[in-house]
């Protein structure tokens, strides 16, 4: 995903919590974490103030390994919940190591008062699905205003901690992609379904005369989507973490991938959340946002509810995603296009640690499109809203302004 991008297909960046690891013998060079406790409880799920979950216990910088030892699993644990083999970017382990001590598992005060900040959940119906989001602000419709789109697997609320960071200027939303989060799911998923749904919702969801789309990884490519679709109702976009390849080197994520089955379903809440991991693999040094958003993408599963798959023979908890979702869906190679063309701004941020990281790449998206800005975020892996939220929430508010002060905004 960093410099061999461009000799090796393009692994998935995605943004997607992953149940299940398969579990391997300890190697006794390493230290043994077996013994070490996991703290994790049911939420008492709320809007306003955001659900609470204690600090997680686990060092967080164990999730560079792709095959780790579980406290208390077997030697043999089962495989993914939607793919008979793990993909690519699941086994790849990650580009760095977090010490211990510098993984933050306490809550800071401006988290805190963040995810303190009221916030409503609001749904609209686009071609025939409920889609959920979340909606911070105020009602001003001539107020400029933000649409946040999550990654793969992933849902509204990794934005919960980052859209009060920007209220005082702008209104915020911050969509459930179809078949993710609390959004409905589907019998099919194309990239248009995806797109049309963020689109809508940034026209509808009071975001100003003209919204601004940014979205992360898988996000990326969905509000890539949707400036080809909506870019002269918009106002622009920023991809994160995503990048656009050249014809030649395009790579279809989902293809060539072993079928993605139903998510699996856990027997306890402790249970699942302690499964959470991100994707691709790194660590966090923010291990306090880690829990947070990890018990949030966890729903309650009772015998025969039925989400869209079929209705459920067991009753447990499990992820908040239709895992069969990305079965034979097509990306295209025409995105070197889309973003040239756009009627719309654009801008691209990385993280300057991130897998994805590959300075020819974004030497090409500036050749590519000149007037389109393209920068790193320091410090940052994959997930730089989790990484670095200040300085992602910074990065999105001197874009915005930028564009409010050229007029593209009005």
């Given at each position: 995903?960093?410099?061999?991008?461009?000799?090796?297909?393009?692994n998935r960046a995605i943004s997607l919590l992953f149940p299940a690891f398969q579990v391997q013998k300890p190697d006794p060079a390493k230290p043994d974490f077996s013994t070490l406790p996991i703290r994790a409880r049911p939420l008492a799920f709320k809007m306003t103030p955001a659900p609470f979950c204690p600090p997680l216990?686990?060092?967080?910088?164990?999730?560079?390994?792709?095959?780790?030892?579980?406290?208390?699993?077997?030697?043999?644990?089962?495989?993914?919940?939607?793919?008979?083999?793990?993909?690519?970017?699941?086994?790849?382990?990650?580009?760095?190591?977090?010490?211990?001590?510098?993984?933050?598992?306490?809550?800071?005060?401006?988290?805190?008062?963040?995810?303190?900040?009221?916030?409503?959940?609001?749904?609209?119906?686009?071609?025939?699905?409920?889609?959920?989001?979340?909606?911070?602000?105020?009602?001003?419709?001539?107020?400029?205003?933000?649409?946040?789109?999550?990654?793969?697997?992933?849902?509204?609320?990794?934005?919960?901690?980052?859209?009060?960071?920007?209220?005082?200027?702008?209104?915020?939303?911050?969509?459930?992609?179809?078949?993710?989060?609390?959004?409905?799911?589907?019998?099919?998923?194309?990239?248009?379904?995806?797109?049309?749904?963020?689109?809508?919702?940034?026209?509808?969801?009071?975001?100003?005369?003209?919204?601004?789309?940014?979205?992360?990884?898988?996000?990326?490519?969905?509000?890539?989507?949707?400036?080809?679709?909506?870019?002269?109702?918009?106002?622009?976009?920023?991809?994160?973490?995503?990048?656009?390849?050249?014809?030649?080197?395009?790579?279809?994520?989902?293809?060539?991938?072993?079928?993605?089955?139903?998510?699996?379903?856990?027997?306890?809440?402790?249970?699942?959340?302690?499964?959470?991991?991100?994707?691709?693999?790194?660590?966090?040094?923010?291990?306090?946002?880690?829990?947070?958003?990890?018990?949030?993408?966890?729903?309650?599963?009772?015998?025969?509810?039925?989400?869209?798959?079929?209705?459920?023979?067991?009753?447990?908890?499990?992820?908040?995603?239709?895992?069969?979702?990305?079965?034979?869906?097509?990306?295209?190679?025409?995105?070197?296009?889309?973003?040239?063309?756009?009627?719309?701004?654009?801008?691209?941020?990385?993280?300057?640690?991130?897998?994805?990281?590959?300075?020819?790449?974004?030497?090409?998206?500036?050749?590519?499109?000149?007037?389109?800005?393209?920068?790193?975020?320091?410090?940052?892996?994959?997930?730089?809203?989790?990484?670095?939220?200040?300085?992602?929430?910074?990065?999105?508010?001197?874009?915005?302004?930028?564009?409010?002060?050229?007029?593209?905004?009005?």
């Amino acid at each position: 995903m960093r410099a061999s991008l461009a000799c090796q297909p393009r692994n998935r960046a995605i943004s997607l919590l992953f149940p299940a690891f398969q579990v391997q013998k300890p190697d006794p060079a390493k230290p043994d974490f077996s013994t070490l406790p996991i703290r994790a409880r049911p939420l008492a799920f709320k809007m306003t103030p955001a659900p609470f979950c204690p600090p997680l216990t686990v060092p967080l910088y164990l999730l560079n390994e792709c095959a780790m030892s579980l406290p208390n699993a077997p030697e043999s644990a089962p495989e993914a919940p939607f793919a008979e083999a793990k993909p690519g970017y699941l086994k790849e382990p990650a580009v760095r190591t977090i010490p211990d001590e510098d993984v933050i598992r306490h809550r800071p005060q401006w988290f805190r008062e963040a995810i303190a900040a009221p916030v409503e959940s609001r749904y609209l119906t686009v071609d025939g699905t409920r889609l959920h989001y979340l909606r911070w602000g105020n009602d001003d419709a001539t107020r400029p205003g933000i649409l946040f789109v999550h990654g793969n697997g992933a849902h509204a609320w990794w934005f919960s901690f980052i859209a009060p960071l920007l209220t005082n200027r702008y209104n915020i939303a911050a969509i459930d992609l179809v078949g993710m989060g609390d959004s409905e799911w589907r019998a099919h998923y194309d990239r248009e379904i995806f797109a049309r749904g963020v689109g809508e919702v940034a026209l509808a969801a009071g975001l100003g005369p003209r919204p601004v789309v940014v979205g992360h990884s898988f996000g990326g490519f969905v509000t890539l989507i949707t400036g080809k679709l909506y870019g002269e109702k918009l106002g622009g976009i920023m991809l994160c973490d995503f990048s656009v390849q050249p014809p030649e080197d395009a790579h279809e994520w989902f293809l060539g991938d072993p079928k993605r089955r139903p998510t699996r379903i856990y027997p306890d809440f402790e249970t699942a959340k302690a499964r959470f991991r991100l994707a691709p693999l790194q660590p966090c040094s923010n291990g306090f946002i880690i829990d947070y958003i990890a018990g949030l993408s966890l729903r309650e599963v009772k015998i025969g509810d039925n989400p869209g798959r079929g209705p459920s023979t067991e009753a447990g908890w499990t992820w908040k995603f239709d895992g069969p979702a990305f079965n034979g869906l097509r990306m295209g190679d025409d995105h070197h296009v889309i973003w040239r063309d756009l009627t719309c701004r654009g801008a691209t941020m990385f993280g300057e640690q991130s897998k994805d990281y590959n300075p020819a790449r974004l030497d090409y998206m500036r050749k590519l499109s000149p007037e389109k800005p393209v920068f790193t975020i320091a410090g940052a892996q994959h997930h730089i809203m989790l990484d670095q939220p200040h300085a992602f929430a910074a990065s999105v508010a001197t874009m915005m302004a930028q564009w409010e002060a050229e007029g593209s905004l009005s």
